[in-house]
Every structure is written in C-alpha cells, then in structure tokens.
C-alpha cells in the first residue's frame, strides 16, 4: 500500500473519527485495471496516430480524421457517467453523510493542490499562462480512470465505485469556481508586452 493509500485508509479517517481500513485487494488485480483501461486506449491512441499519417499524412489526418473520432470520445465518457449515477444515484440520495464524508477529503485536496501550485508558479517566477496551467494540473484529478478502476476492482455497485462517482460532482463545481479565482488573479501578474520590455531593458 502507497503512502497516499495508507493516507486516506488510516490517518486521515483517524483525525475524524472514523473507523480506519486496510485495503484488501491483489495489486495484480488493480494493475490489470489500468492495464486495461489506461494502456489500451494508450496503444490505440498511438497506432491510430502512426497508421493514419503514414496512410493520410499529418495534415488529413488532423484535420479529417481526429475531429470526427473525438467526439466519440466524450460519448463514452458520458455514457459512463449517466450509466454510474443510475446505478448509485440512490446510494447518493440515501447516504448525505457518507457522499460528504467523501467530499471532504476532496475539497482539502483541490484546495491544497491549487493554492501550492499556483504558490510554487509564482515563486519560480513562471507567466500568468503557465502558472495558471500549473495549478490546474496539480488540482486535476483523473476520475475516469478511479471509476473504471473501482468498478472493474470492488463491483459497479461496491462503496468504492460510489466515491468514484461522487469524485466528478465535488470536482466539476470546485474547478469552475477556480476559474474564476484564476480570471481575478490574472490582474496580479504583468501583462506579456511589460514582460517583454523588462527582458529588453534587463539585456
């Protein structure tokens, strides 16, 4: 078990009061998920890319083939999500507390990533642009992944796959709101011709 595992299983569920837990489960068992999930559309991904622009070159296939696949793409993802919530949407309704319980953690974690982030961008003296990246890769979290994991792991129906569905509804409103703590930043940071003439003058 990763420390980030033992984390949330232990300590974290310790500070609060709550009844900790090992996780019980093969790594084979969780490897073969991401295996799965994460390594096939990898390889895919990459023959499609090798394939279509040694058959169509790169310009048609940018321009043709992708953008008639990556729909498809967000349908599933969809597809997935709609598919979740009917399965857990009356474990959500029923359980408050624990969807809570579960929210906590997450909005301790989208907090911490994105203040340190954009924190750690201004003190490396990165622009507004690549701060702003910064930050909201370090907050991103690949729930996708989790849920497919989880179910593939614990059951569709499992708690596991309830706090990987809960994830998407802490995580879609917590970073829209940093949109627009990052738009009020924007201010703060000089704008790209002042960068400009700051370099000039310094050489």
């Known amino acids: ?3 980030r595992d033992r984390f949330y299983l232990t300590v974290l569920p310790d500070w609060l009061g709550l009844p900790t837990s090992a996780l019980d489960v093969s790594p084979w068992e969780i490897a073969k998920s991401v295996l799965i999930f994460l390594g096939m559309p990898l ?3 990459y023959l499609s890319r090798r394939l279509g622009e040694r058959r169509w070159g790169r310009p048609a296939y940018e321009q043709g083939f992708l953008p008639r696949i990556g729909p498809w793409a967000l ?3 969809l597809f997935t999500i709609v598919v979740l919530f009917a399965l857990q949407g009356h474990e959500i309704t029923s359980r408050p507390l624990d969807v809570a319980r579960i929210a906590l953690p997450l909005l301790a974690y989208f907090a911490l990533m994105w203040t340190g ?3 750690l961008g201004r003190a490396l003296g990165f622009t507004y642009e690549r701060t ?3 930050a909201f890769t370090a907050a991103g979290n690949n729930f996708e992944l989790a849920i497919a994991v989880s179910i593939a792991t614990f059951g569709v129906t499992s ?4 706090a990987g569905v809960v994830g998407p509804l802490i995580e879609v409103p917590v970073l829209v709101g940093l949109v627009y703590a990052a738009l009020g930043l924007r201010s703060h940071y000089p704008k790209p011709a002042d960068t400009t ?3 000039l003058e310094t050489s």
């Open 159 to 162: 708690g596991q796959a309830l």
């Open 117 to 119: 982030g954009y924190a």
């Open 43 to 45: 390889v895919a991904g």
């Open 132 to 134: 702003t990246t910064l």
């Open 75 to 77: 349908y599933g993802l």
């Open 197 to 199: 003439a700051k370099r």
């Open 1 to 3: 078990m990763c420390i």
